[in-house]
């Protein structure tokens, strides 16, 4: 006898995430399925704290939006099977035009405009292309991979990849007007 799979809904997973026994765990639920992610490390941190910091000031000097980070939920799919999809993002940018009013205590119901992953060793590459092409389908225009090991980062749009390597500056092009970043300077030495 086959057994039906049973997925959990965005309203589930909320209600799971919330209960005191998971208040220390990192998850995210990928079509309807809750995946736990490892916490991330000293190096990750900082190289997410260093990117989310210059985009934050960006951000509020021009008034382009809001920079949520800390790996912030954002429900990136939403299907009648109940394969929902609630992903966490280190770095996210969502301009003003887009900004949901008034804030919830929830999660965001969209693809940010601007979603930033800096990738761990730990990060499965199936996974980690799975997540830019839900972000892609979702709404999101620019999507930075950032890879501590190699230095690098990988900027995706709907039109496809570039590799930027230390010398090549980061820009936000017309997702976050005015940014620019020399990609090395993401790095601590």
Same mark, same amino acid.
């Given at each position: 006898?086959?057994?039906?799979?049973?997925?959990?809904?965005?309203?589930?997973?909320?209600?799971?995430?919330?209960?005191?026994?998971?208040?220390?765990?990192?998850?995210?639920? *990928?079509?309807?399925?809750?995946?736990?992610?490892?916490?991330?490390?000293?190096?990750?941190? !900082?190289? /997410?704290?260093?990117?989310?910091?210059?985009?934050?000031?960006?951000?509020?000097?021009?008034?382009? &939006?809001?920079?949520?980070?800390?790996?912030?939920?954002?429900?990136?799919?939403?299907?009648?099977? &109940?394969?929902? /999809?609630?992903?966490?993002?280190?770095?996210?940018?969502?301009?003003?035009?887009?900004?949901?009013? @008034? @804030?919830?205590?929830?999660?965001?119901?969209?693809?940010?405009?601007?979603?930033?992953?800096?990738?761990?060793?730990?990060?499965?590459?199936?996974?980690?292309?799975?997540?830019?092409?839900? !972000?892609?389908?979702? &709404? /999101?225009?620019?999507?930075?991979?950032?890879?501590?090991?190699?230095?690098?980062?990988?900027?995706?749009?709907?039109? &496809?990849? *570039? /590799?930027?390597?230390?010398?090549?500056?980061?820009?936000?092009?017309?997702?976050?007007?005015?940014?620019?970043?020399? *990609?090395?300077?993401?790095? @601590?030495?």
């Amino acid at each position: 006898m086959l057994l039906e799979k049973h997925y959990i809904s965005v309203d589930g997973f909320y209600e799971l995430v919330e209960q005191p026994e998971y208040a220390d765990r990192v998850l995210e639920l *990928v079509e309807g399925e809750i995946v736990e992610m490892s916490r991330p490390s000293r190096k990750h941190g !900082l190289i /997410t704290m260093r990117l989310a910091v210059k985009i934050a000031i960006h951000v509020a000097e021009h008034d382009l &939006g809001e920079v949520p980070a800390a790996e912030t939920g954002f429900v990136l799919e939403r299907h009648p099977a &109940g394969r929902d /999809t609630v992903r966490g993002i280190d770095i996210a940018f969502i301009s003003n035009s887009r900004v949901p009013d @008034p @804030p919830e205590s929830t999660w965001y119901e969209m693809g940010p405009d601007l979603a930033v992953e800096v990738i761990s060793p730990n990060n499965k590459t199936s996974d980690t292309h799975l997540k830019v092409m839900q !972000l892609l389908n979702a &709404g /999101t225009r620019l999507i930075w991979l950032v890879y501590p090991e190699t230095r690098t980062v990988v900027a995706h749009t709907a039109d &496809g990849a *570039v /590799t930027l390597r230390e010398d090549d500056t980061l820009a936000g092009g017309a997702v976050l007007p005015g940014f620019e970043l020399r *990609v090395g300077d993401i790095f @601590p030495n």
